[in-house]
């Protein structure tokens, strides 16, 4: 995994829509995978500035959100799609038709499901996922136990997630306890993974994600398996990463690399 550490929140949003947005730039009718929560929203900001101000255009561009919460509809204000639509749909340019978010009120499940991998696979996978974590290690919502080979489901959230998300809601209470999710081997047919991460809160989800032991008990684990994740933390959430150090100099020697100085690095002498 490739790791760059940013000082702060708002730099690991503005330097993940740059990935995002090279794609776009270089692939226009590209596929992207979303996902929802507090961690991607400065990464949406900075997109729909690059729309506005710089003309970023994703008209030809496919969705694709990992999650919904089962028994929401569309225009609930807690649904993915809703989110979805506020924080980025409905200030930019994508086509309504081509992004997908999974129904949370499908009467058939396993159908749904189903369809949602195929309309995956039809539009040709997926060329860059995004993505946050749980404060215990999930990504999307493959919960601590979830296979590491699983697909689009159903799953039952676990009751840290529950609590985490309980300030949505207004209560524990009134959280929904299912959810349809892209499952840990979907996220992983994916050819790229960005995985987006701040504050002191994720440090030890991070370390455990980034250098833990692969482990279906923190399902970002399995993203070691990838081979294209950039995981992009703040301060905070790499506090804990042992091998800090190394992930600078990787950083220092790609740079070098990106802007041609191969002298520095011992390159292109005799
Ligand atoms: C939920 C979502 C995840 C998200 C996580 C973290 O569980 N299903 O996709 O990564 O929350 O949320 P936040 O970004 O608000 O910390």
Redesign the pocket.
């Known amino acids: 995994m490739r790791v760059i550490i940013q000082p702060d929140a708002e730099s690991v949003g503005r330097r993940g829509a740059r990935f995002v947005a090279d794609l776009v730039r270089r692939k226009p009718d590209c596929v992207l995978g979303l996902?929802?929560?507090?961690?991607?929203l400065g990464l949406y900001r900075e997109l729909i500035r690059l729309h506005r101000e710089e003309g970023l255009d994703f008209s030809q561009v496919t969705t694709f959100n990992?999650?919904e919460y089962v028994g929401l509809g569309p225009t609930h204000p807690q649904s993915y799609r809703c989110f979805m639509q506020q924080n980025l749909f409905d200030h930019i340019n994508v086509r309504p038709e081509r992004t997908s978010v999974p129904d949370g009120r499908a009467l058939d499940f396993e159908l749904h499901c189903r369809q949602y991998e195929q309309k995956i696979k039809d539009a040709g996978g997926i060329d860059l996922q995004v993505?946050?974590?749980?404060s215990d290690g999930?990504?999307?919502?493959n919960e601590p136990g979830s296979s590491l080979g699983s697909r689009t489901r159903l799953k039952t959230l676990a009751s840290e997630?529950v609590r985490?998300?309980a300030r949505f809601f207004g209560g524990e209470d009134k959280v929904p306890r299912l959810?349809i999710?892209m499952g840990v081997g979907t996220i992983l047919e994916s050819r790229r993974c960005l995985l987006l991460a701040f504050g002191g809160h994720?440090a030890e989800a991070v370390r455990a994600t980034v250098e833990g032991p692969i482990t279906a008990q923190v399902t970002g684990s399995a993203l070691q398996l990838h081979r294209e994740v950039v995981g992009i933390f703040d301060e905070g959430a790499a506090g804990l990463l042992v091998r800090r150090a190394y992930y600078a100099e990787v950083e220092q020697a790609q740079s070098l690399l990106e802007s041609g100085q191969l002298k520095a690095l011992g390159l292109g002498g005799q």
């Open positions: 996902a929802t929560g507090s961690t991607p990992l999650d993505l946050g974590l749980g999930h990504i999307a919502f997630t985490d998300n959810a999710t994720k």
